[in-house]
């Protein structure tokens, strides 16, 4: 493998997919205003799956509402980054939702760190369910 030029050792890429265009298409939700007011510095984004299932409120559920349940989300992903390792990527982190008129369950949901964009490495946190890896 020639080293010496700014070849990737993978090869030409066929197809790239950037955040702008998953937040575009509605695959990712940009919610750094509230993870800012949680005091999180950098861009956070919660992806579609998450959003549905955890930060919409479901018919006929009383007593909750979209702004509470993200904030719950930002705010116990502010204590995961809080105690996360130097150079830890994936930071798992749970919550209770209530997601019906009974009880609160556990959820739990992954923050992973990386760059902002395919052309824009500044750091950023994704949020995601253990299956979206």
Do not use: H
């Not at 265009?21 to 990712?28: E, N, P, T, V």
């Not at 799956?49 to 509402?65: K, M, S």
């Not at 008129?101 to 949901?109: E, I, P, Q, T």
């Amino acid at each position: 493998m020639n080293t010496d030029n700014n070849e990737s050792p993978f090869g030409e890429v066929i197809y790239s997919y950037t955040r702008a265009q998953a937040i575009a298409d509605g695959f990712q939700v940009e919610v750094t205003t509230t993870a800012r007011e949680a005091g999180i510095t950098f861009p956070v984004f919660i992806t579609r799956a998450v959003f549905d299932a955890y930060v919409t409120v479901p018919p006929n559920v009383a007593g909750q509402d979209e702004a509470g349940r993200l904030w719950d989300i930002v705010w116990m992903l502010r204590f995961a980054i809080r105690k996360a390792q130097p150079g830890q990527q994936r930071l798992p982190f749970a919550l209770y939702v209530r997601n019906d008129n009974r009880r609160a369950r556990l959820v739990k949901l992954i923050a992973a760190c990386g760059p902002l964009d395919i052309d824009d490495p500044r750091p950023t946190v994704t949020v995601m369910m253990p299956t979206e890896d």
